[in-house]
């Protein structure tokens, strides 16, 4: 029954895209199936909607159409299985052009080189800015590595919880390595992230991604020459004059460095003869961005990440109700507009730098604000049926820190319950915020699935933030966000 759904949206989500014929390529996140989409005129956005399982369709660089955490998966591999092909790869069907334009009247001739024009068109305005490129680039950069940080930081806090229980004496010393199994596990993506970076970072600016591994790995420092007592003999920062760190600049520094190697690296096949180009450009292109990462964007980007890192921390702590408030309403209309892939990379540096990030139990409020105000819709609205349906399906893993289908399929198409949510997630974010230094050990999940990750057996505060962002998010739609469509319905 369950391969039957999942065989139907597959098939209509096509029906509604003008078929696989119109369809470049296919990926998928955490919540949505992404196509590139050769001509848009084709696409019936609102039939998209209506399909049965979709919870809400996306217009970006790419055409997004949220079915929901677990489901996205099957569906994706059932479309690009339709056509015979591998997740990522380009669409086989090209449409022999010449053959098709035989059999096609003038005037359809022309109505198809108009939506051709159409189409380039938007893509044209889609890519135009430098800001859309950069988001673009952090999240395919980051996306595929999700899973990675939800499975490794689960397990990571179980590491924590054991140790936390090792040392308040409720379990003996003999489940130290346990705990070393759980950490080590974790520290399969943690320990080595500037070399999964630097690999994605190469597939997306068309470097060799062995070569962007190998430039990540450089910033772990791995190989240093010892001295006569066994310890490394550091390579000094040619600014200061101390040694340099490793994985100094981190992720920050390893992305620009990844870029420069694309570049480099095309260059240099553009003047070695093929013969000998798999000796030397990979070769001088590791030589040449190795010495610039190490010399040049290591103590750079380390500073610039020490900054970034160490204002935001200063904010929290300081800027306490305030900033958390801030930072809670905020954050919604960030991730209507893309804006929060931006502080992944953020996140990661704080991890890094602090063991924790302070601004994901505060961002996480706002989609707690969205549960709250979901519950309002549920309860003011309840003759509304096919709404409570989309609610019932949304929020469980709404719950679970998966805001996405209540936003796009619930509360940002209704309008007014949108905002009531942002001020529920503010007066959440404001709890954390005066409860102060509540940070996560791992990105990745959010909601209530966060709290194992909580930093600091501070789960309790980060618990009473959920509450009360659930409760700010109701009572604030419950009395002000039932549109008015709503309100005469009822």
Known sequence: MADEKIKRIAREIYKEVGGEENVDKLIHCMTRVRMDIRDYSKVNLEGLKKIEGVMGVVEDDTLQVIVG??????????????VGI???????????????????????????????MKAAQKE???????????????????????????????????????QNMIQAGDLSTSFIQYQNVFSVIKNGIFAYLTIYTGINAAKEFGATP?????????????????????????????????????????????????????????????VIPDAIDIIFTPTLSLLIIGLLTIFIIMPVAGLISDSLVGTINIILEKGGILAGFTLGISFL??????????????????????????LLPILAMAGAGQVG????????????????????????VGILGIGEP?????????????????????????????????????????????????????????????????????????????????????
């Open 124 to 162: 044209k305005a889609n890519n135009a800015t430098p800001t859309k490129k950069v988001l673009k680039s952090i999240a395919n950069i980051f996306v595929p590595m999700i899973p990675a940080f939800v499975g490794a930081g689960l397990i990571g806090g179980i590491a924590a919880i054991i």
């Open 333 to 358: 209309p960030m991730v209507m507009f893309g804006l929060h892939q931006v502080l992944t990379p953020i996140h990661i540096e704080m991890i890094n730098q602090t063991g924790m990030t302070l």
């Open 406 to 490: 209540l936003i796009y399929g619930v509360t940002l198409p209704l309008g007014r319950p949108f905002i009531t949510a942002c001020v529920g997630g503010g007066i959440g974010g404001a709890v954390i915020g005066a409860f102060g230094n509540v940070g996560a050990i791992a990105i990745g999940p959010s909601g209530a699935a966060l709290i194992p990750l909580i930093a600091n057996n501070q789960w309790f505060a980060y618990v009473l933030g959920l509450l009360a962002a659930y409760a700010g998010g109701f009572v604030a739609t419950f009395f002000f966000g039932i549109p008015k469509d709503l309100q005469a319905a009822e």
């Open 210 to 270: 062995s070569l962007g591994g190998v430039i990540g790995g450089t910033v772990l420092l791995n190989g240093l020459a010892l001295d006569a007592e066994k310890l490394p003999i550091p390579i000094n920062n040619i600014f200061t004059g101390a040694p340099l760190n490793a994985g100094q600049g981190g992720i920050i520094g390893v992305i620009f460095a990844v870029w420069l190697l694309s570049l480099v690296e095309k260059q240099l096949r553009k």
């Open 86 to 116: 591998k997740l990522g790869d380009p669409f086989p069907n090209a449409n022999n052009t010449t053959e098709k334009n035989e059999t096609l009247s003038g005037r359809e001739k022309v109505e198809e080189k108009a939506a051709q």
């Open 69 to 82: 955490p677990g489901t996205v998966n099957k569906v994706a591999q059932e479309m690009v299985d339709m």
């Open 373 to 396: 105000a979901a519950l309002a819709l549920w309860v003011r609205c309840k003759k509304d049926t096919q709404l409570v349906e989309m609610i019932k399906g949304a929020l469980p």
